[in-house]
Structures are given as structure tokens and as C-alpha cells.
Nanobody, 118 residues
Framework: QVQLVESGGGLVQPGGSVTLSCVGS????????MSWYRQAPGKERELVAT????????NYADSVKGRFTISRDNAKKTVYLQMNSLKPEDSAVYYC???????????WGQGTQVTVSS
């Protein structure tokens, strides 16, 4: 059974920091590209950051460049999203995604809410 379980969300003050984690199970984590997406109320889901299976070539949405960092630990089957200098517009449900471009397998977590507010 494939599972992606996110954690680490919550209420954060503007300018604050939070780190999200996503643990994968039921699939070969190390051969999947991992990404974080987010979806705010009334908006489409958008790609926030992605990292290749080796932990390299991170890519970020322009809106988070310089503030967010994606990383992974294949031994722990975990991908992280460190979010700094948070803004109210970063408030959203954050989703973890695993994608294998060879098999086209595509897995999603259930999401974790991040709310940036004073």
C-alpha cells in the first residue's frame, strides 16, 4: 500500500519558519522525483518545489525562491520543505508528490495545512 504522509504544518506568524516532512512507504522512494505542491482556497494547485531522485537539481516556483528549500533523505524515505520568511500568501494546504517518469506512477499525500497569520 502506497502512502505519503505529510506533517509539520500549523499556524505560523508572518516572517516565521516551518519545516514540512513527508514520509513515503509502499514504493521504492529512492527512484522517485519528489515535489511539494500547494493549494489555497479558490485557487488551483501549484508546484512549489521539486527535487530529483538523487537529491539534486532542486527547482522552485518564483514566488518561493530564496525562501524555501527542498531536500530529501532516501535512507529515511523522507522529503522536506523548509520554509522561511513566511508570508500570508503562503497559506495553503501543502501536498507531497512522488513521480516516476519511467513508469508514470504518480502518488499524492493527504496534505498538511499551513496558515501564516498574526
Amino acid at each position: 500500500q502506497v502512502q505519503l504522509v505529510e506533517s509539520g504544518g500549523g499556524l505560523v506568524q508572518p516572517g516565521g519558519s516551518v519545516t514540512l516532512s513527508c514520509v513515503g512507504s509502499g514504493f521504492t522512494f529512492s527512484i522517485y522525483a519528489m515535489s511539494w505542491y500547494r493549494q489555497a482556497p479558490g485557487k488551483e494547485r501549484e508546484l512549489v518545489a521539486t527535487i530529483n531522485r538523487f537529491g539534486g537539481s532542486p527547482n522552485y516556483a518564483d514566488s518561493v525562491k530564496g525562501r524555501f528549500t527542498i531536500s530529501r533523505d532516501n535512507a529515511k524515505k523522507t522529503v522536506y520543505l523548509q520554509m522561511n520568511s513566511l508570508k500570508p500568501e503562503d497559506s495553503a494546504v501543502y501536498y507531497c508528490n512522488a513521480r516516476n517518469f519511467m513508469t508514470r506512477n504518480d502518488y499524492w499525500g493527504q496534505g498538511t495545512q499551513v496558515t501564516v497569520s498574526s
